[in-house]
């Protein structure tokens, strides 16, 4: 069964800049696409940032564009979230999730077609 373990949270100030990484176990994630999200207690869901299979695909919330890059290493089973010039809008817990097979990157983004859920690491930007 796949587990995903997302980490690299943590308290920065505006404009700074965090890696978060999401390291799978239990299955290899080089067939399935990988999707990052965010919540804020009190309100919806967000997701950020998608990435298919290979990576040769992303897509991004428009409140992330230019900011934030989806990578992964396969051979690591492992996926990526770097971000930069960070804001306090984006303090949240961030998770990272991964797709039912070939489901869309698009609908990833959207939520669905989750198979799995990682556990959230907390982004806290602040002065």
């Known amino acids: 069964q796949l587990q995903l373990v997302a980490s690299g949270g943590g308290l920065v100030q505006p404009g700074r800049s965090l890696l978060l990484s999401c390291v799978a176990s239990g299955r290899l994630l080089d067939n399935l696409g990988i999707a990052w999200f965010r919540q804020v207690p009190g309100k919806e869901r967000e997701g950020v940032a998608s990435?298919?299979?290979?990576?040769?695909?992303?897509k991004y919330a428009d409140s992330v564009k230019g900011r934030f890059t989806a990578y992964r290493i396969n051979t690591r089973n492992t996926a990526y979230l770097q971000m930069n010039n960070l804001k306090p809008d984006d303090t949240a817990i961030y998770y990272c999730?991964?797709?039912?097979?070939?489901?869309?990157?698009?609908?990833?983004?959207?939520?669905?077609?989750?198979?799995?859920w990682g556990h959230g690491t907390q982004v806290t930007v602040s002065s």
């Open positions: 990435i298919s299979s290979t990576g040769g695909v992303t």
């Open positions: 999730a991964a797709g039912k097979g070939a489901v869309p990157i698009a609908e990833l983004l959207l939520g669905a077609g989750i198979d799995s």
